[in-house]
């Protein structure tokens, strides 16, 4: 079936280093990737996302790019704030179908110190 | 805020028992999901339901239930309660009845403790 795998964390980073969350996937057909976050005692919120291949999903200085011949969707930022402190989660779904579910990874806890 | 209400926030109870966690969509929004959180696991789909009718399943337990009401809100019944049923569990809402390419809106979530 369908899977998504990201790095395992945590990940701690100081205030304006660079990001790169690491997120692959499994699925049978053309999937649309996602990237959502969650703040502490909050719900997941959508961050970014690509609908198809060489797509480029970026918001809030985070940028993924969806790559069909490596099966990525690697998330990047170039100057991390201690306020991107979060649970970051890769996900995919299949467009079109019926049976629709976001299929989630695990999630990356990301600390940025000051 | 995502517009997408979740009562209550925290709820402790002991094995063997059953509960009732419930939901409130966006304004507009008639897919309610059914996510289920744990430190294991990760983040697992329960259950969709778009405008009153099961849409699609996931790996739900046979003692867990849910149904939407003609008002859209929706409840996700847990019942013969066991340890490992411990953990977050998400409502999220949208628009429309499958995803695909689309936003999924989360709410802040229930933590269930089974002690």
């Known amino acids: 079936g369908d899977s998504v795998t990201q790095m395992e964390g945590p990940v701690t980073l100081s205030e304006e280093a660079f990001l790169t969350i690491n997120c692959t996937y499994t699925?049978?057909?053309?999937?649309?990737l996602f990237w959502y976050v969650q703040y502490p005692g909050e719900g997941l919120q959508l961050l970014l996302k690509a609908t198809k291949a060489d797509d480029k999903g970026s918001n809030k200085g985070f940028e993924a790019t969806y790559r069909k011949e490596t099966t990525s969707f690697h998330l990047e930022k170039g100057s991390v704030q201690v306020s991107d402190s979060a649970v970051y989660f890769c996900?995919?779904?299949?467009?079109?179908?019926?049976?629709?579910?976001?299929?989630f990874g695990k999630g990356t806890l990301l600390t940025v110190n000051p | 805020d995502s517009g997408v209400t979740q009562t209550p926030k925290h709820l402790i109870t002991a094995t063997g028992q059953r509960v009732t966690l419930r939901c409130s969509p966006r304004s507009g929004d008639l897919s309610v999901y059914w996510y289920q959180q744990s430190l294991d696991q990760g983040l697992q789909f329960l259950i969709q339901y778009y405008n009153g009718e099961e849409r699609a399943k996931g790996n739900i337990l046979e003692r867990f239930s849910a149904q939407q009401f003609p008002d859209l809100h929706s409840e996700l019944n847990l019942s013969s309660l066991e340890l490992g049923d411990s953990a977050l569990y998400f409502c999220?809402?949208?628009?429309?009845?499958?995803?695909?390419?689309?936003?999924?809106?989360f709410g802040s979530g229930t933590q269930l403790s089974v002690l």
């Open positions: 996900a995919l779904s299949m467009s079109g179908g019926s049976n629709y579910k976001l299929t």
């Open positions: 999220a809402s949208s628009p429309h009845p499958w995803g695909g390419d689309e936003k999924l809106f």
């Open positions: 699925a049978t057909g053309y999937p649309s």
